[in-house]
């Protein structure tokens, strides 16, 4: 089941719309473009023919060469794995066999309208030399808006090795089969042309000139049995009109259309007041051909037109006559004479009235109608011309000028005739009309919205040899990621020409990046005031550092030099300076000796004033820790905070004198 599946990365199979012996169509939609499209996909029985698989590829290919308004374009031709595929533009409608089957017999007006566009659309194949080889009602489609699109150009040709038999049940032509086809000839422009005419016989009639059992007995029909006459099954149809199906289907090519030009001519004239009852179209018969003798039977025998016929005639009796004399007789001889000369008389007046009503008749027939008919005229050039300047040639040589059909024209300005039909230096009556092509200018397109879509990839999809200019301005933007379509100059369903259009596309540089500075070192504050002239967001952390002065920055994550967005959060480590590890505690029990050195009038010992000096992780020597005053020995307790690995020390100065100064250990 192909129903889901991804051809390619790119189409999405939705619906089987059709099928046939040779290829499955299928409903697909293209994720790039945003557009629905048929996919055809060969038929596995094809899949390890080399030479189909070659020929298949070759023929595709050069139909995608074709841009026409009525032939059905042609996007990709591919292959993946066993699967050969064409996408093509999908044609929301009918095939034109489903058209016929809907509303036959069509109105020879409507007939018209659609073989004129077959005709432009296989023109314009032939004026790039591809054959179409499988013209039917099944390859030509008509959309809701009733315009026609032809389909399958030269994909028969991967099928010109296979029988009859093997086309019929592969493509289902052989209704459609050209004389040449059919005895096993190669296909060539008058093929396209005798299949045409047998689609335009079906469309007129509702029926198929040749049916038969097998596909063998309809293709001997188009080689041996004459096309019968439409007007057999509506006489309504005008003569002309009968004789462009007689024509396109003539046996022998050479009495065909002498191309498909020629037969969109007689398309544009066929409805002409001075055509409807034109004489029958009739191929030339050879005299000198062999020509088939009669059975003759014994029920049928020869007849010899030039023998005497006896009539047989009862006996009468007759009365008796009387004897005549001389005289009688005499009389009678010069009567007879009489009689002889007058009949030779009147037998000369019959005869020379007869020639000469022979002679009128001739020159009545022969000679007459071109005396009185009006001159052949040579249709001027006008290509180029304005159309009022076109128009005014045409009717002082005696033309008039029927439709005038707009077309885009690549080379042809707006408002100019890009050609005419019947073609410039044809021949045509007085009065005949000529149909002008006007040039609209160069064909408009629509844009799709392409926001959102990365640019490279619409890069490839446009052409851009056809715009005046495709240019890109870049800017950031934190939503969308580099290179992502922000804007486009041309709205969407804007219609534009490309070579007159500059399209500017505004394309997303992603995100803005900060390349990040190495702010080791860095204080705080000024961290803070860097983050904040940048646009990034900052997160401090504390750590004791041996290296790094308190209060600095010992390091940065991302690290310096690093890319990020605007409003990314940096996280910065600052230093608490070296580690302390905690003094340890020693105490030491002294005793200050009392020494009096003098004596009071009351007889009591002078005081004397202690001062005890430390040095450990709290104090310096420098000051006095204590002091206090004694009147005897006195026992105190010293404690010192000593840092690990350094020592602590203290002394005692009793007045002037130091009497203790001892060094602490740091204790094990």
Request: no cysteine.
């Amino acid at each position: 089941m192909m129903i889901g599946k991804r051809i390619s990365g790119r189409y999405k199979v939705l619906e089987m719309i059709g099928g046939g012996g040779m290829a499955n169509v299928y409903l697909a939609h293209d994720m790039i473009l945003d557009r629905d499209v048929a996919v055809k996909m060969l038929r596995l029985d094809y899949v390890n023919d080399d030479e189909f698989i070659r020929r298949f590829h070759r023929e595709a290919q050069s139909a995608t060469s074709l841009a026409h308004p009525n032939i059905v374009n042609i996007y990709d031709v591919g292959e993946e794995g066993d699967i050969y595929y064409i996408v093509m533009e999908y044609v929301e409608g009918d095939t034109l066999k489903q058209y016929i089957h809907k509303h036959s017999p069509l109105p020879v007006e409507t007939v018209i309208s659609i073989m004129k566009q077959i005709t432009s659309a296989i023109s314009h194949a032939h004026q790039n030399n591809i054959i179409h080889r499988d013209i039917k009602p099944h390859n030509i489609l008509i959309d809701k808006h009733g315009n026609v699109k032809v389909t399958d150009f030269g994909i028969a040709m991967a099928l010109s090795a296979t029988s009859i038999t093997q086309t019929n049940s592969v493509l289902g032509s052989v209704h459609y089969l050209s004389p040449e086809q059919a005895r096993g000839g190669m296909a060539n422009k008058k093929s396209d042309i005798y299949s045409l005419g047998i689609v335009m016989f079906e469309m007129l009639t509702g029926r198929l000139p040749f049916s038969g059992e097998s596909a063998i007995s309809i293709a001997l029909k188009h080689l041996q049995s004459e096309t019968p006459s439409v007007r057999r099954w509506n006489n309504d149809i005008p003569q002309s009109v009968e004789n462009i199906v007689l024509k396109a289907t003539a046996k022998d090519p050479f009495y065909r259309y002498n191309s498909m030009e020629e037969l969109e001519e007689d398309l544009f004239t066929a409805l002409d007041v001075e055509r409807i009852n034109e004489p029958k179209f009739y191929v030339p018969v050879d005299e000198e051909a062999t020509k088939a003798i009669p059975v003759i039977t014994n029920d049928k025998p020869i007849v010899n037109f030039d023998e005497t016929i006896i009539h047989k005639m009862d006996k009468v009796e007759k009365p008796k006559e009387p004897v005549a004399t001389a005289e009688d007789l005499k009389k009678q001889q010069k009567e007879k004479k009489n009689k002889k000369k007058k009949g030779k008389k009147i037998a000369t007046i019959i005869i020379s009235t007869f020639i000469a009503l022979i002679v009128l008749m001739a020159l009545t027939v022969f000679v007459l109608p071109d005396f009185l008919a009006p001159k052949d005229i040579e249709v001027p050039d006008v290509a180029g011309m304005e159309i009022q300047e076109a128009t005014e040639k045409l009717q002082s040589l005696g033309f008039t000028v029927g439709d005038t059909i707009s077309l885009n024209s690549e080379e042809v300005e707006k408002g100019q005739v890009i050609k005419t039909s019947p073609k410039a230096g044809s021949a045509r009556k007085k009065g005949t009309a000529v149909t002008i092509y006007e040039s609209i200018g160069q064909e408009k397109i629509t844009l799709d919205d392409y926001v959102g879509r990365q640019y490279e990839d619409v890069l490839n999809l446009l052409d851009a040899e056809t715009f005046k200019s495709i240019t890109k301005n870049e800017q950031f933007d934190e939503n969308e990621p580099s290179g992502t379509i922000l804007e486009q100059s041309i709205e969407p369903d804007e219609e534009i020409i490309p070579a007159e259009t500059d399209l500017v596309f505004t394309i997303s540089k992603g995100a803005e990046l900060i390349s990040i500075k190495d702010m080791s070192g860095y204080t705080k504050k000024e961290v803070n005031d860097y983050v904040s002239e940048v646009g990034l967001a900052i997160q401090f952390k504390e750590e004791y550092s041996d290296s790094v002065e308190k209060g600095l920055v010992i390091s940065q994550t991302p690290e310096a030099r690093t890319n990020v967005k605007k409003g990314t959060e940096i996280s910065v480590v600052l230093s608490k300076g070296k580690e302390q590890i905690q003094p340890k505690e020693v105490s030491k029990e002294i005793t200050i000796p009392f020494e009096p050195t003098e004596i009071l009038p009351s007889g009591q010992p002078k005081e004397q004033t202690v001062r005890i000096y430390i040095g450990d992780f709290n104090n310096s020597m420098t000051e006095p820790a204590e002091t206090f005053t004694i009147s005897e020995n006195t026992k105190k307790t010293i404690t010192l905070q000593i840092p690990e690995g350094e020592k602590g020390y203290y002394r005692v100065q009793r007045g002037t004198e130091v009497i203790i100064d001892e060094e602490v250990p740091y204790p094990d």
